[in-house]
Structure formats: C-alpha cells, structure tokens
C-alpha cells in the first residue's frame, strides 16, 4: 500500500516503554509535523491508523500511511486496562511512545479531556502539546450513566476552552471536537447536528460523531458544516469504504480499535486452536518469521 489517501517521554510506572534507542531518527520538529497534519485536512480524504505501540506504529508507517492516532481503548487494552481506566499521565505518556516511534504527526484520543471543567480540558490540550502531539480528540461523554452527555452549553464551553488553549501554541494544533449522542439510547441526528456546528462555532479544526447510521447520514452531517469531518470505522454494518466516505463530504477516517481487534482475533484464535484442538494450523496462516513484521517497519 503505497499511500492511506484516496484519491478517488516515558512516564516511570506507566506501563508503557520508552521508546528511545530505537532504529530510525525523529527528523521532523513539532511545527513541521502539525503543518503536515493540517495540510493533510485540506483534501483529499485520508486515513488516519490507530497503532496501540511502537511495532504497530512502525509497521503503519512503513506501509505508508501519513498520520497516527492514538486509541484509547486500545492503548488501555495493551497494559491489561479497560477503557477510561488511563489516568492522563498514563495516557500522554502512551502518546509520548507513538510520537517518538515515528516522523509522522500524531493525533490523541483523549476522552474527554480528563475533566469536567473547561480548565481541566485547556490543561489537557497543552499537556498533549508537550506530549509532541499535534492535535487531539476530545469527547462530550462525562462518564455518568445517568447523564451521559454533558449539558450544550458547557460541552460548547468545554470545546472553546480546548480551542483557546490550542491556539497560544506556537504551531497549529489540531483541535477535534467529538459529539457521542448517537451512542446512547434516544440519540437524534438533529441533536448531533446542533453539537457539532455548535463546537465548530467555538473553534474546534474537525468535526466527530461515531455510530451514524448510514451514507445518508454521513453526508448531511458533512454537508451542515464547514470544517472537516472525521468518521470512526469500527462499528459493524455502520463502516462504509474509502471511495463511500470521500464522495459524502469525509475528509479523514479513523479506524478506532479495528486493528488492534484484528490483531488480537488472530492471536485468540491461534491460542484457542492449540489449547482446545492441540493443533497448529494456524501457521499456516501466519508471516514466516518476525524478520518480515520488521521489515515493514519505518521510523
């Protein structure tokens, strides 16, 4: 896969290593890699991996994708954590990790910002920043079973606070703005709509609402707003193709835990096979040697 685009440091006892000493150089600063990301918002539409550690983001790198981003359900399963167990320590140093594993620009997913307040999601922003990250995610869910979503107003207060923050930086920091209405019971396109045009209004660089139902859906979303639109695959029966998502207006696609679920479906059925079975067919559908998972690697 020549290119993802359609054209039709460590933290001690975080769990996560430090990536230093490593093959490859990091040769792009902080600024290059956040002019690289935004000039990748500008079109055509693209892909956006979320590697879960060093390997995996090498390996992407190698097959030539253009940016990462991190996935917090994912980087939480990968040190044995359900997601939104991460502290934010425990979340920028994982970030840390995949920055430092590659050249390319990194994005966070980032929760919702690890508070509730406007303050706490400005600090998260700024914290990323320092992280080498070159944008980040953030959600409008607070963790409450009860009430899901935070009130319009402070999920709109909330966003401009993270959108301020980004711009005292000194190089273009990526702010995307994440509505989850769609995910709950009784959520309304209507109310997604609202949202999101609320949170572009209050500076947020791109736009997210997982769970949208169909193509249909996906395109008056695209179509209601002026800045770029990120749509998650990873839902079964609610992930279109590439070629579907860019003709309804999507200029970014992320892949959430998609991959790192691929991987780990292949590595439970192996493991399956030979503790229920006593067999090892699954060698032959395996790469012959680690050899070939590090030869696709690329800093």
Same mark, same amino acid.
């Given at each position: 896969m020549a290119s993802s685009r359609a054209s039709t440091g460590h933290t001690p006892g975080s769990g996560y290593p430090d990536s230093s000493g490593l093959k490859g150089s990091i040769v792009a600063t902080q600024r290059e890699k956040a002019n690289q990301f935004q000039k990748l918002h500008e079109g055509p539409c693209f892909v956006i991996p979320n590697p879960w550690d060093i390997g995996s983001a090498k390996v992407l790198a190698g097959l030539g994708f253009e940016a990462l981003a991190t996935s917090s359900a994912a980087s939480a399963a990968a040190i044995g954590k359900r997601d939104h167990e991460l502290t934010r320590d425990e979340a920028l140093a994982h970030s840390r990790t995949i920055v430092d594993a590659t050249d390319l620009p990194v994005s966070a997913d980032l929760e919702n910002g690890f508070g509730d307040t406007p303050v706490a999601v400005a600090e998260t922003v700024r914290r990323a920043a320092e992280a080498g990250l070159v944008g980040c995610t953030i959600e409008d869910t607070t963790g409450n079973t009860v009430h899901p979503l935070y009130d319009f107003d402070l999920a709109v207060e909330r966003v401009a606070a993270g959108a301020a923050a980004a711009r005292a930086l000194e190089f273009p920091f990526l702010l995307t703005a994440r509505t989850h209405n769609l995910l709950f019971p009784g959520g309304q396109l209507d109310e997604? &709509?609202?949202?999101?045009?609320?949170?572009?209004?209050?500076? +947020?660089? &791109?736009?997210?609402? #997982? $769970?949208?139902?169909? *193509?249909?859906?996906?395109?008056?979303?695209?179509?209601?707003?002026?800045? #770029? !639109?990120?749509?998650?695959?990873?839902?079964?029966?609610? /992930?279109? /193709?590439?070629?579907? *998502?860019?003709? +309804?207006? &999507?200029?970014?696609?992320?892949? +959430?835990? /998609?991959?790192?679920?691929? +991987?780990?479906?292949? !590595? *439970?059925? $192996?493991?399956?096979? &030979?503790q229920v079975h006593g067999t090892f067919t699954f060698l032959e559908r395996t790469l012959k040697s680690t050899g070939e998972i590090v030869g696709l690697m690329r800093s």
């Open positions: 997604t &709509v609202r949202r999101l045009q609320a949170f572009e209004k209050a500076g +947020a660089d &791109v736009l997210f609402a #997982p $769970a949208l139902p169909e *193509l249909a859906a996906v395109q008056m979303i695209c179509g209601s707003l002026t800045k #770029p !639109f990120n749509f998650m695959v990873g839902i079964p029966g609610k /992930s279109f /193709s590439v070629a579907e *998502l860019a003709a +309804a207006g &999507v200029r970014r696609i992320s892949l +959430a835990t /998609s991959l790192y679920r691929a +991987a780990m479906t292949g !590595f *439970l059925d $192996a493991a399956r096979e &030979v």
